[in-house]
């Protein structure tokens, strides 16, 4: 399973196991490829369609407010990463560097990120 963190420029890699978390992400469908083939079109359409079947995933989330951050809808973005900080459902995610995180504190790292990149772009305005 992978999930895409490209707002804050984070790659997640995989989903893994912890005890304390649920581990059912490894299957999901987290439109990896299209997210790193610039598909981001592709991307939305088939991260809603998967989430319409697996709500709340915080897999799917991440990836989804990825996408909407590289088409620039950072109220939606924003959205899908709260969605996912406060998703019933947690994974582990590892992260590009090797880190492994709570899935979480990844979509809680990504609103903080979206945060930041809101308020420089409202400076600049």
């Known amino acids: 399973m ?5 707002a804050a420029g984070v790659l997640i890699a995989q989903a893994g196991s912890a005890a304390s978390l649920d581990n059912s992400a490894q299957d999901s469908d987290v439109a990896y490829a299209q997210l790193v083939a610039g598909e981001t079109q592709a991307a939305i359409t088939r991260l809603e369609a998967v989430l319409a079947e697996n709500p ?28 996912a900080a406060s998703s019933e459902d947690r994974y582990l995610l590892e992260l590009a560097d090797g880190q492994w995180v709570d899935s979480r504190t990844a979509a809680r790292r990504a609103l903080q990120t979206l945060e930041t990149r809101g308020f420089a772009l409202n400076q600049h305005r």
């Not at 992978?2 to 490209?6: G, H, P, V, Y």
């Not at 590289?70 to 109220?75: A, H, P, V, Y």
Request: hydrophobic share 60%.
């Open 2 to 6: 992978f999930a895409l963190l490209a």
């Open 56 to 83: 709340g995933d915080p897999a799917i989330l991440i990836n989804l407010g990825s996408a909407y951050v590289e088409l620039g809808d950072l109220d939606r973005a924003a959205a899908a990463y709260q969605a």
